[in-house]
């Protein structure tokens, strides 16, 4: 134990034990700066990836000219444009914290709190799809392999033929199933090339790519749920920073503002659950659900700004009551979200006999050849998109159950902070104990 408890005194005295009496002896504004500093670090590589795939993947390699728009081209990198977007924001939140705290500006330390709050929901949904919905990502890869926006990526994966040629142009680019003029990818690569290995040759790229490709992701995710820790992290120094009286002073209002962000995700989520109203399963009320949580959350926050400026005890205590009944209609739509994604698992699996056809369609899947032909006698549901099989459709549709999903738990996360905020100003005016600024 003598050489063993001197290396253990050592690093004690020098490693560990010197960083931890420095980190005791730091305050809560300079923990803050020191938070703020490392969203600063996980913002900019989100930022920088995200702006450099929806680069590479804009960039077209081809000498020739093609027949896909420059609006298909941008609509596959969609994600990574939020991506990009949510990071610059973030960079721009974690330099004004960092600011704000150095200079102990109490205003704009208030601002940085409701900014980063805002920031929160979309890291979370952000980091999750990106975590979880790799089956989609699988897809949506798969039936766009030979456009534009993946000539860079077919030229680095694909392999050279026999002779030593670059397949990234020809073979590698083999439509899925033959596309529309052949039945399979076997007879558009002997019509083309003479050749049978067209599929092999695609297939080893595109596992290559999405072995990669799912790396990255999760690397990207994990850094998201990291970044998302660290605002929490900040919000609590800020709060401990400028207490909580200080903090409550202003909440209700802002708050209030803050919750244009979950109506206009409830929305959207409703909206866009139109494409589903072909699915057996009767989900056309939760479709309503989202209408009318987000249009109560809108009437609601209109009420709250008046009411919270002018200290209304009676008007307050009404929109805290509806702001609960809200909660439990966006605790509803949360858990039956979740339960339709199981049950579309279960109902229209591989074996299944609902008709997942009209749904690609009004989903307006990539590549569907037969869509108009809708209605037409003699034309099957599996008729309608060939392109697709039965398990690729069903993960989108899953997919977009659990994607609302987690839209209603964060709508109604922001429904309970309104509800908490109501009942606090409440109090305050009860007991006359309000604090200004």
């Known amino acids: 134990m003598g050489l063993l408890g001197d290396v253990v005194g050592c690093w004690n005295r020098f490693g560990f034990g010197r960083l931890k009496t420095k980190l005791r002896r730091l305050t809560d504004r300079q923990y803050l700066i020191t938070n703020n500093f490392l969203v600063f670090l996980c913002s900019l590589y989100q930022c920088v990836c995200g702006v450099g795939i929806v680069v590479a993947f804009n960039h077209n390699f081809r000498s020739s000219g093609s027949t896909n728009s420059v609006e298909e081209r941008s609509a596959g990198t969609m994600m990574y444009v939020i991506q990009a977007v949510v990071g610059g924001y973030l960079v721009i939140i974690s330099i004004l914290g960092i600011s704000a705290a150095r200079k102990v500006n109490i205003v704009w330390l208030i601002r940085y709190y409701w900014l980063s709050l805002i920031a929160i929901p979309m890291l979370f949904l952000f980091s999750v799809v990106v975590l979880d919905f790799k089956d989609v990502l699988q897809g949506w890869i798969s039936h766009r392999w030979d456009r534009v926006e993946f000539d860079f990526l077919r030229k680095y994966f694909c392999e050279n033929d026999e002779i030593g040629q670059s397949t990234w142009d020809n073979k590698c680019e083999a439509p899925i199933n033959g596309g529309l003029e052949y039945d399979t990818t076997s007879d558009w690569c002997l019509a083309k090339f003479n050749a049978y290995d067209c599929a092999v040759v695609r297939e080893k790229a595109e596992s290559r790519f999405l072995t990669l490709m ?14 998302m820790f660290l605002l929490l992290m900040s919000l609590k120094l800020v709060e401990r920073t400028l207490t909580l ?4 002073s202003s909440m209700l209002d802002a708050i209030n503002w803050l919750l244009l962000v979950p109506v206009a995700f409830c929305i959207m989520t409703g909206l866009f659950f139109t494409q589903h109203e072909q699915l057996q399963v009767e989900d056309a009320w939760l479709k309503n659900l989202f209408f009318a949580g987000g ?4 009437c609601l926050l209109c009420i709250g700004i008046f009411a919270s400026r002018e200290k209304l005890r009676g008007v307050l205590t009404f929109y805290a009551g509806c702001m609960s009944l809200v909660v439990v209609i966006l ?20 074996d299944g006999a609902g008709k997942v056809g009209k749904v690609a369609c009004s989903s307006q899947l990539y590549g569907c050849c037969c869509c108009e032909n809708e209605g037409n006698t003699g034309v099957t549901d599996d008729e309608l998109c060939p392109e697709w099989s039965r398990q690729e459709i069903i993960h989108v549709v899953e997919a977009d159950f659990k994607l609302a999903g987690l839209v209603a738990a964060i709508s109604c996360l922001f429904a309970i902070r309104a509800t908490r905020a109501c009942w606090i100003l409440i109090h305050n005016l009860r007991d006359y104990k309000c604090v200004y600024i």
């Not at 799912?214 to 970044?227: K, P, S, Y």
């Open 331 to 350: 605790g509803f739509a949360c858990a039956s979200s979740f339960i339709f994604a199981w049950q579309i698992s279960q109902i229209y699996g591989v």
């Open 214 to 227: 799912g790396t990255f992701m999760n690397i990207n995710g994990t850094v998201g749920i990291i970044n």
């Open 245 to 248: 009286p200080v903090i409550m």
């Open 295 to 298: 249009g109560s959350l809108f």
